[in-house]
């Protein structure tokens, strides 16, 4: 097999075309309105009303910040349990917040916080639960509801990678507390950058948009210490236009993986998530676990691809459990036997909707050709 001359990156993030961001550009010159709740970012806010079907949302200019924002709006206090096979951010917002982060296991089957291990982990410190839906793979969102309605614990999900996926024909916005949408460039529906959360308390909307604009109440100064977290009109045109196109991007991707599952099913040491029926995934990610039977290990695959010129990511390791910039921190850990055991075996392969048929064809086959 001839190696291929340009690189295939694990992703690449969707563009409309020119001609319409240029075209919705001539309205931000016209209004000098660049930032500060403008006419393009309210628009947004209230098409993604409608399209995730939720009645309360807000923007920001990222999910970090999102997500760090939710956690100051509830006040929580003492611990919060999460999963270790996150991104970063996840765990970051936790620790950022003078928080205890309470590292939890997952389930070997959907990579998400096991519930069946979240309740020895609860103490009277325990204030929430920070669940995600990794890889856009929704979390088992029944079990944790019942889980926090028994002690009364908040949950707030980490939708970041999950955004247009429904559980049983419902928008996966409307579950939890507040849940966390990113629209980072990378994310199957971008804004460049940026936020939203959905939450079902409408009296958070008010602390929320105070706490993204440094706290500020017209007339009265900062009421709250809050940050500048507010995402501005050139994300909200670029969010406004992806919109009409990103159901397209995945279709795309729904087809890729098709052909993933389909061409890699017979590779001994190869597996992947299957899907249930009554999920609309979003095809975010391709994960597939890397297993002794498999000739290389997953290290070693990562290694053998790049010379093959396919840039595939170790999501997720190190594990957050394991971070260096923990090391002086508090946190807690349960037996995390399934997030160290899939930490060492994970692997993303390329996926977006630009990447050719020809191309997965070259990366299975690269993959095949290394099984043996
Ligand atoms: C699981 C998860 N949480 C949080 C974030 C942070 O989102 P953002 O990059 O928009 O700040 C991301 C994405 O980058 C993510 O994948």
Redesign the pocket.
């Known amino acids: 097999m001839s190696r291929i001359k340009e690189s295939i990156l694990v992703t690449k993030p969707f563009l409309p075309p020119i001609e319409e961001y240029y075209e919705a550009m001539k309205d931000i010159w016209s209004s000098k309105w660049l930032t500060n709740n403008g006419p393009k970012h309210k628009k947004f806010e209230r098409c993604l009303e409608d399209h995730l079907e939720v009645d309360n949302l807000s923007l920001f200019v ?6 760090d924002l939710a956690i100051k709006a509830l006040d929580l206090d003492g611990e919060v349990i999460t999963t270790p096979f ?5 765990s970051h ?1 936790i620790v950022s917040n003078g928080l205890i982060p309470v590292f939890c296991d997952i389930e070997l089957n959907t990579f998400n916080i096991d519930p069946e291990k979240i309740e020895s982990l609860i103490t009277e410190k325990t204030s929430a639960i920070l669940a ?3 890889f856009g793979n929704p979390a088992n969102v029944q079990k944790i509801e019942e889980i926090a309605n028994k002690y009364n614990l908040k949950v707030i999900y ?4 999950a955004f247009g996926v429904e559980i049983n024909g419902e928008s996966i916005a409307n579950f939890g507390y507040i849940s ?1 949408f ?3 460039a ?2 199957v529906f971008n804004s460049i ?3 939203v959360l959905t939450y079902k308390d409408v009296s958070l909307k008010e602390k929320l948009e105070l706490l993204r604009n440094f706290g500020y109440c017209k007339g009265k100064g900062p009421q709250l210490v809050g940050t500048n977290a507010k995402m501005n009109e050139f994300q909200a045109i670029m969010g406004l236009l992806n919109l009409n196109y990103y159901q397209q991007e995945i279709e795309k991707r729904k087809d890729i993986a098709k052909q993933y599952r389909e061409k890699l099913k017979d590779i001994s040491g190869i597996s992947y998530l299957k899907e249930q029926d009554n999920i609309k995934y979003n095809y975010a990610y391709f994960p597939i676990i890397v297993t002794d039977e498999f000739h290389f290990s997953r290290d070693e695959l990562f290694e053998k691809l790049i010379k093959n010129n396919i840039y595939t990511k170790k999501y997720y390791t190190p594990l957050c459990s394991n971070y260096d910039s923990y090391r002086d921190k508090d946190i807690l850990k349960g037996h995390l036997t399934n997030a160290n055991f899939l930490a060492d075996r994970v692997l993303s392969l390329p996926i977006y909707g630009d990447l050719t048929n020809q191309e997965v064809d070259y990366i299975c086959n690269c993959i095949f050709d290394l099984s043996s």
Request: glycine share 10%.
């Open positions: 990222n999910g970090t910040l999102a997500l996150t991104f970063a951010a996840t917002v995600v839906h990794i980490d939708a970041a990678q966390m990113s629209l980072h990378t994310k950058e940026g936020g």
